[in-house]
């Protein structure tokens, strides 16, 4: 029961019998907000579409309003409609629709805010993807709880997503990386290899690589020339990275469903070479200068004629160099042939997660898939700005065992894996953020995962006091779908039903808008609206969740009280963080 989409619905329905000659006005509709008010006063859903078709209509904004208000008056679902200021809806529910929301939780808990209609697709989301020359540390570490959380949401509503992850596996870094491993190599056999040298890597990640190299090629390379040992190593080394890569991922809670090479992008006859010539046939690539960018000039500009691509066809600011001086593709060629590759295996819809240092990459990855799909598919890239570490409020920086890196192990290992994703989807990504341990370790309400935690084991709690007071009601969940749901009309059960209500509108917009954060301060309110209610209840007896005077309202309450607890539970379930039943 999605309270806030059957008004719409209500307010559609009075248009068109209102206006029979207005022709489409979905597409306002749509745009329309249909919300709670910002004040709780005004009442409970206020809509804005009365301003947005009142143009189209020949006609003023109040004038829409109040012929929308007395059309809908009579309607048994709502006890008033109100025109306010330039033409809002003001509407108040009857009791009954608070009733509904709560048992469509109680008749279908797993599938609460679940869209029942709606465009389904299949989304690639890509995300991490960072390169395979080191465990993963903090700066990716948002992306990746970003990425997860999201992909998660896309699914829940239905859509049939893919986690991919990008391993640049083709560049000048894997070189290094094994001349840095073949390195730890000579020392597992007994070397004394003295101070890392500069350009290689020095983490001591790379020991235990070293020492199963040893194992598995006993002395053999020692004598081996280097490009005949390089070539045995790097993909020895690779997969060992990787295999870290999927290690620190999975302290994190995530896994992938793809992991895409990009030495299949390069070579003759390989994915580059295909998409260059496919955006020629289209006219899409040419010969040409560009012109001197103004202000701060790009890595990628260079004075000279070279291969160009018609960016600027599809809305990028400038077009795009695809081969450099030297004959290398460029590193947008190589995008253009993965999203190209993308498309061709059926996604038209596309996420990629990147870092604060991508924030200039939107427009010509977008300009490169409209390029390559024939517009036909599109894709948003979502930025994940920088994390700064923080203890009561100062910089802090952990010890560190990977070369200069602060690691994602070395995170979880201070908080856990529920405050690391809880935290980071706790702000919009693309904001910095602090993340402060002192804060997340706090058991207050200042420390969001713990107050949201809390209010899931609380609601535990609740039903162990009922069995502990009143052992003879049954509290089944067939008895708490039975139970008469119109007993709920104090203010607080109210505000807490009107919560609830809000859970199918929170979920709708975070996945259109590929915001997951919206779930995250959704679940911090629900949790605050049931805490209140608690509060209230230490406060006034009769509103104690457990009232054994009087056993049907207890019952109600309970089934209140499950619904709440079934909601943040799925929640957190998006979120990847866990729903304890208690709390130590």
């Not at 059309?71 to 109100?82: T, Y």
């Not at 699914?155 to 390195?183: K, M, P, W």
């Amino acid at each position: 029961m999605d309270v806030f989409a059957s008004i719409s619905d209500k307010i559609k329905t009075a248009l068109g019998e209102l206006y029979p000659d207005a022709g489409d006005m979905d597409t306002l509709a749509a745009r329309a907000t249909v919300e709670p008010p910002r004040d709780a006063a005004h009442g409970d859903v206020s809509s804005n579409i009365a301003m947005l078709c009142a143009k189209p209509l020949k006609s003023n904004p109040r004038e829409v309003a109040t012929k929308i208000a007395d059309r809908l008056s009579e309607d048994p679902d709502i006890v008033s409609v109100e025109v306010a200021g330039p033409g809002f809806l003001n509407f108040r529910l009857a009791a009954n629709m608070w009733a509904a929301v709560l048992q469509s939780v109680l008749d279908r808990p797993r599938d609460f805010g679940r869209p029942v209609s709606g465009e389904r697709s299949r989304v690639n989301v890509e995300f991490v993807s960072t390169n395979p020359t080191g465990p993963l540390h903090v700066g990716h570490t948002r992306g990746a709880v970003f990425g997860d959380a999201l992909a998660a949401l896309l699914a829940f509503c239905g859509h049939d997503v893919t986690r991919e992850y990008y391993v640049n596996d083709a560049g000048a870094q894997i070189d290094v990386l094994a001349r840095s491993a073949f390195l730890r190599y000579r020392e597992a056999l007994g070397e004394d290899i003295g101070t890392i040298p500069q350009g290689l890597y020095p983490g001591d990640y790379l020991v235990p690589v070293g020492q199963a190299m040893a194992d598995r090629f006993a002395d053999t390379l020692l004598n081996m020339p280097q490009e005949e040992w390089l070539a045995l190593v790097k993909p020895f080394v690779l997969e060992q990275m990787m295999d870290l890569v999927r290690a620190d991922l999975k302290l994190l809670g995530i896994t992938h469903d793809t992991f895409f090479s990009e030495q299949t992008l390069h070579g003759e006859g390989g994915l580059i070479e295909k998409t260059l010539a496919d955006l020629r046939r289209k006219g899409l690539v040419y010969q040409g200068k560009l012109d001197p960018p103004k202000g701060k000039v790009p890595e990628d500009w260079e004075d000279r004629e070279q291969t160009l691509f018609r960016a600027t066809d599809f809305g990028d600011d400038t077009d795009r160099p695809l081969v450099k001086s030297n004959g290398d593709y460029t590193y947008f060629a190589a995008d253009i042939a993965y999203h190209r590759d993308k498309f061709l295996r059926g996604f038209n819809d596309q996420i990629i997660v990147l870092g604060a240092d991508h924030s200039g990459y939107t427009k010509r990855l977008q300009a490169a898939v409209r390029a390559v799909s024939d517009n036909k598919a599109s894709i948003d890239v979502k930025i994940c700005q920088i994390v700064r570490l923080m203890r009561d409020g100062k910089p802090f920086k952990m010890s560190k065992r990977a070369g200069d890196l602060i690691t994602v192990r070395d995170l979880v290992g201070e908080v856990g894996t529920d405050a690391v994703r809880f935290m980071l989807l706790f702000r919009r990504n693309e904001a910095a953020m602090d993340f402060d341990f002192a804060r997340v370790k706090e058991q207050t309400r200042d420390n969001p995962v713990f107050y949201v935690q809390y209010a899931h084991a609380r609601a535990h709690s609740v039903n162990r006091t009922a069995a502990r007071d009143m052992p003879e009601l049954d509290t089944s969940i067939d008895a708490l779908r039975a139970a008469d749901l119109s007993l709920l009309t104090s203010a607080a059960e109210v505000d807490l039903l009107r919560m609830l209500a809000q859970w199918p509108r929170q979920v709708a917009a975070a996945a259109r808008t590929h915001e997951p954060h919206r779930i995250a301060f959704y679940l911090y309110d629900l949790a605050a609206a049931f805490h209140g209610f608690w509060s209230r209840g230490k406060q006034d007896p009769s509103l104690r969740f457990v009232n054994q005077q009087q056993p049907e309202l207890t019952r109600a309450r309970l089934a209140m009280v499950w619904a709440t607890r079934q909601t943040l539970a799925l929640g957190l379930g998006l979120l990847g963080v866990s729903a304890p039943e208690e709390l130590s």
